[in-house]
């Protein structure tokens, strides 16, 4: 467990030395899964929001930021993707986001817990606008690692969309090389991977410098971008990778793959918001230059007992 649970309030480890507390009107689910606790509860200020391990996966009123970020960001440098992989997103709203793809085909989604896809289905429907029952879904309850091992196919985009690699997550492998190294046996060359990978503020960013880092050592190009979520106290950054260069496109490009290629309209992403996320603050610039730290099967992330708090 990553925190205390107080009455009406779920608690969340932000650092090593900070704790948000998560008000609840209500509570609509809270269950011990076979592999995390789930809590499911309405809050005053972020509406519906789930949280796995104390921790906030998705909250009603900035999901999209997140999700536009995290799915359409590889899709518009693709622009034309077919057939597209989730690994985790039980939540629904990354495989939301995709089906929006005309050129889409199937999306496969691999979450290793059915009881968090259950509930989404029954709970976020107003949020993943069902599309955990779309013909084009294919949902598959399955260790993402275990997937990988045993498939062939090959996909235009990649999307890991996993909770965060706090000690015990059973999300915590797929932030090794040896599992991003498995991503490129189910890759061809023009695949684009998106990777949520952790925190971005000042005090906190060794897990995306180090996931990062990682996935450098696998992929020739490597991009990322930033997302401020408020239900995630923090900025997130998703690392995006690539074994070919990716394309240059300037706002208008953007702007009309968008206008051309997607159902319905964005609430995040336009060609202006697309560039302006991929550029990144220069001390994280430099703490990206300056990490060395490979996360490997025998050397895996450590949340709790990393160097949060230390000077950048
Ligand atoms: N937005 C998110 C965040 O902030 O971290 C991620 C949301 S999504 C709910 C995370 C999903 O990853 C969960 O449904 C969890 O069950 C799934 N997951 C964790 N470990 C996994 C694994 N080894 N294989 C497949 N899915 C996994």
């Known amino acids: 467990m990553s925190g205390s649970k107080l009455k ?36 005053p200020t972020f ?22 970020l995290l799915v359409h960001t590889p899709c518009i440098f693709h622009s034309n993707p077919k057939n597209v992989l989730i690994l985790g997103g ?21 979450d290793i817990d059915e009881e968090v896809v259950n509930y989404s289905k029954t709970w976020l429907t107003d949020l993943n606008q069902n599309s955990l029952n779309h013909p084009k879904a294919r949902i598959i309850i399955e260790d993402a690692f275990n997937f990988i091992k ?18 015990n997550s059973p999300a915590l492998a797929l932030f090794t090389k040896e599992f991003f190294e498995s ?23 060794f897990c995306f410098t180090r996931v990062a880092n990682t996935l450098k050592r696998v ?17 997130l950054a998703f690392s995006i990778v690539s074994s070919q260069p990716f394309k240059k496109l300037n ?10 290629n997607l159902e319905g309209d964005l609430k995040y992403l336009d060609g202006e918001t697309f560039l302006a996320s991929q550029n990144l603050p220069k001390f994280l610039k430099q703490a990206l ?21 230390k000077n950048v």
């Not at 706002?251 to 051309?260: P, S």
């Open 289 to 309: 230059e300056k990490e060395q730290v490979v996360y490997t099967l025998d050397n895996l992330p450590q949340w709790f007992n990393s160097d949060l708090n």
């Open 183 to 205: 991503l490129t046996q189910i890759s061809h060359p023009q695949t684009i991977i998106s990777v949520q990978s952790g925190p971005a503020a000042p005090p906190d960013h």
């Open 150 to 167: 045993n498939s062939d196919l090959k996909w235009d985009i990649i999307i890991c969309d996993l909770s965060d690699p706090i000690e």
């Open 219 to 235: 992929f020739p190009y490597f991009k990322a971008c930033l997302c401020f979520c408020q239900a995630y106290i923090t900025p």
């Open 47 to 68: 509406g519906k929001t789930l949280l796995l391990d104390n921790i906030c996966q998705i909250s009603e009123v900035d999901e999209f930021i997140y999700h536009e």
């Open 90 to 110: 039980g939540d629904g709203c990354a495989l939301r986001e995709a089906l929006r793809w005309k050129s889409v085909e199937n999306v496969t989604l691999v």
């Open 8 to 43: 009406n309030y779920f608690s969340e480890i932000i650092t090593g030395g900070d704790i948000f507390l998560h008000a609840a009107e209500e509570v609509l689910e809270l269950k011990k899964t076979k592999y995390q606790e789930l809590a499911l509860i309405q809050s």
């Open 251 to 260: 706002a208008g490009e953007v702007e009309n793959i968008i206008q051309n």
